[in-house]
């Protein structure tokens, strides 16, 4: 999955305002920011293998640490301890919404991909809706959409503000229709720094949308 993980980034900031979008967004890729940097580093492995299924070439045959169950839950916590360190008040909510959004990556992985998520010993999970394309690309869409309609609901804008909302989920919408239909990736190396550099684009991306938003609600409302 790549673009439905931004969903429930969404959905965070509208439940807990006080982090910003932007720390969600990277909040919900950071499994994946960490698989890239242990890949490029030969620690977790993966083969790119054309046709492998309709949604995705990668054979993620070696992510134990970063797309285990116990990794998941530890970059989880650890993720979501190191962001409530930067507020004073309601830690406990920071805490809960930053981990929260970093393990959601986890359920959204188990949906799409093959069993290539580790438990245990020989047990590796995964419902492979990736197989078909059909169900995978409108499910991502949709978890996208749902999650920037609760963030545009819950999250003030100025009046008519949110077509700068719209219009980046628009722009994530072709990124992702691109990823499905596009060439698959050269190589594990170009497939971890194009993530990387997707990511750090999107986190940029979140933040100019989310600071504007944020700056505008202090205005009062004419009376
Ligand atoms: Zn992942």
């Known amino acids: 999955m790549f673009i439905g993980h931004y969903g ?41 293998h054309p046709g492998l299924m309709q949604g995705s070439a990668l054979d993620l045959y070696y992510m134990p640490y970063t797309h285990g169950l116990f990794g998941a839950l530890g970059l989880s916590i650890l993720y979501g301890a190191a962001v409530a360190l930067f507020f004073r008040e309601g830690k406990g909510a920071v805490f809960l919404a930053c981990a929260l959004a970093v393990f959601s990556h986890w359920i959204c992985d188990l949906l799409v991909h093959r069993p290539d998520l580790w438990i245990y010993d020989d047990v590796k999970v995964g419902l492979g809706l990736w197989r078909w394309v059909w169900i995978s690309l409108p499910l991502e869409l949709i978890l996208l959409a749902a999650g920037a309609w609760l963030y545009a609901r819950f999250v003030p804008a100025r009046r008519g503000g949110n077509a700068w909302l719209w219009g980046f989920v628009l722009l994530m919408a072709a990124l992702e229709v691109y990823g499905a239909f596009g060439p698959p990736p050269a190589s594990p190396t170009a497939e971890a720094q194009t993530a990387l550099l997707a990511y750090g684009v999107l986190v940029v991306l979140a933040a100019l949308v989310d600071v504007s938003r944020a700056r505008v609600a202090r205005i009062p409302a004419p009376a």
């Open 8 to 48: 429930p980034a969404f959905g965070a900031k509208a439940a807990v305002r006080r982090v910003p979008l932007w720390v969600y967004f990277l909040a919900v890729q950071f499994m994946d920011v960490v698989w890239s940097v242990l890949v490029l580093l030969g620690i977790e492995k993966v083969r790119i």
